[in-house]
């Protein structure tokens, strides 16, 4: 099937590509910008939307802001801002009085040191473990051979009841911190208030997912064979 969308595989020359300039630029036949601008057209009418104009506003001011010594001309990218950081600016210039976390149990630690920041930068914060509730995973079907200890009780993670929970703590935004792949999308689909991902969880890597990445040309290479 022909793909109309592969922006992983251009391989345009930045300063030459239709998306990144103003007029004359150029893109492969799986080129997005080309192959769907009636849509980017309609989308972009989106962004007056008063659920999104300011959101969507202020995301990019951020953006622009967690760069140090911006000038008009070239520049050279001068990145100085943490995730959290930047997480800390943008609640506050969203307005933001009351944070939601929603994180992992097995980062429960992390969890307490994450509240201390957004709590000492003035924010209320209601936070959510995984396996608040005390379901347990038989509840989904799991039979015990699926189980991570097998022949023990086990609590499934909730990310339904985590994201209603935040709900009707009725925060204003959503910290995700560690959620299991599958588990954050949940989360993420259930959330009444616009979320971020502080962490993506990685078991193997201490939450750095690109850290297999980076090596799977070397020590990662069974990424990409099928074992
Ligand atoms: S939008 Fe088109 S030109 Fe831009 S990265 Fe994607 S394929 Fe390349």
Redesign the pocket.
């Known amino acids: 099937m022909e793909n109309k969308a ?2 992983a595989r ?1 391989r ?1 020359p930045k300063p030459e ?4 300039i103003e007029s004359g ?4 036949a ?5 192959n769907y601008s009636q849509l980017a057209q309609e989308v972009t009418e989106l962004y007056a939307q008063p659920e999104f104009a300011e959101f969507a506003r202020l995301a990019s001011i951020q953006e622009a802001e967690c760069y140090a010594n911006r000038a008009p001309g070239p520049y050279v990218l001068q990145p100085e801002k943490t995730r959290i950081q930047e997480t800390v600016e943008f609640a506050r210039k969203l307005g933001c009085k009351k944070l939601g976390l929603a994180f992992c149990g097995g980062l429960q630690r992390e969890a307490g040191l994450v509240a201390d920041i957004f709590e000492s930068q003035g924010f209320a914060l209601a936070s959510v473990a995984c396996n608040c509730g005390g379901v347990p995973k038989e509840a989904i079907g799991i039979q015990d051979r699926e189980k991570v200890c097998m022949g023990s009780y086990e609590t499934m993670c909730n990310p339904l009841l985590q994201a209603e929970i935040l709900n009707r703590e009725e925060t204003d935004l959503n910290i995700v911190l560690g959620l299991c792949v599958g588990h954050d999308s949940l989360f993420l689909k259930r959330a009444k208030a616009f979320s971020t991902v502080l962490a993506a969880k990685d078991r193997v890597t201490g939450h750095n997912p690109l850290a297999a990445v980076y090596t799977v040309h070397s020590y990662y290479q069974k990424l990409k064979a099928h074992v």
């Open positions: 592969h922006c251009c345009i590509r239709v998306c990144q630029g150029r893109g492969p799986f080129c997005p910008t080309l």
